[in-house]
């Protein structure tokens, strides 16, 4: 079975802080796949990122960031220097190999930014 | 974005009617699936589809029908609406592959009185 963990149910951060969102998986499939998404208030779900299972290497876009760690079975999330619209629910989801790949998803971290 | 709508985007309906959530795309992607949102457990798959006429269950299929007679449709069925199902339901598309991946639709607000 696959379970996705974010602990953190919810962050308050005043804006251009750095924030870490935490992601812990379980899997016993050595083959699978990561991924993020935001759910503004606006409701719908926003894909930020997919990693594989065999790239270990960090990612960087603008200021997003996300840290993968098999050996902990983590994919943590940083924001530096929040802004007001990152105010979200992040989400961390976890897929299977093959090709239909239903995903596991986490409860979700609500984010706050404060002006 | 992937073009994906659902109909309708808000409904409210009485314990024990039928309900059918409608997801449509335009991206002829094989692969569509069925999730419920409520709070403390993110989304959770109800249905998915691998192509016209062939569908699965997921996690939380009880209660749940599913049909996809065509590429660009696949349809959720309540039979017998109950308070529990009261949720947001998202429809996702995917295209399948090795960089496979899903594409939400805006939601549909379900209420079951």
């Known amino acids: 079975a696959q379970k996705v963990t974010q602990a953190q149910t919810e962050i308050s951060v005043v804006e251009k802080e750095d924030v870490t969102l935490d992601c812990v998986y379980e899997?016993?499939?050595?083959?699978?796949?990561l991924f993020w998404y935001k759910q503004p208030p606006s409701g719908e779900l926003v894909f930020l990122i997919r990693?594989?299972?065999?790239?270990?290497q960090n990612e960087i876009s603008g200021r997003y960031s996300w840290n993968f760690q098999k050996s902990t079975s983590s994919f943590n999330f940083t924001i530096t220097a929040s802004q007001v619209v990152d105010s979200a629910v992040y989400f961390c989801?976890?897929?299977?190999?093959?090709?239909?790949?239903?995903?596991?998803f986490g409860s979700g971290t609500q984010l706050t930014v404060l002006p | 974005d992937a073009g994906i709508t659902q109909s309708p985007r808000h409904k409210v309906t009485e314990t024990g009617t039928p309900v059918t959530l409608r997801c449509h795309q335009t991206?002829?992607?094989?692969?569509m699936y069925w999730y419920r949102q409520d709070p403390g457990h993110g989304l959770r798959l109800i249905h998915y589809?691998?192509?016209?006429?062939?569908?699965d269950k997921g996690e939380v299929s009880d209660g749940y029908s599913v049909s996809r007679s065509k590429t660009e449709d696949f349809l959720l069925t309540l039979e017998s609406a109950t308070s529990s199902q009261t949720s947001v339901y998202f429809c996702?598309?995917?295209?399948?592959?090795?960089?496979?991946?899903?594409?939400f639709g805006p939601g549909t607000r379900l209420t079951v009185l």
């Open positions: 996702a598309i995917s295209g399948g592959g090795s960089t496979d991946t899903q594409y």
């Open positions: 899997t016993r499939d050595t083959t699978y796949y």
């Open positions: 990693r594989n299972s065999f790239d270990e």
């Open positions: 989801a976890l897929s299977r190999s093959g090709s239909a790949r239903q995903l596991t």
């Open positions: 991206e002829n992607h094989r692969y």
């Open positions: 589809s691998y192509g016209v006429k062939d569908t």
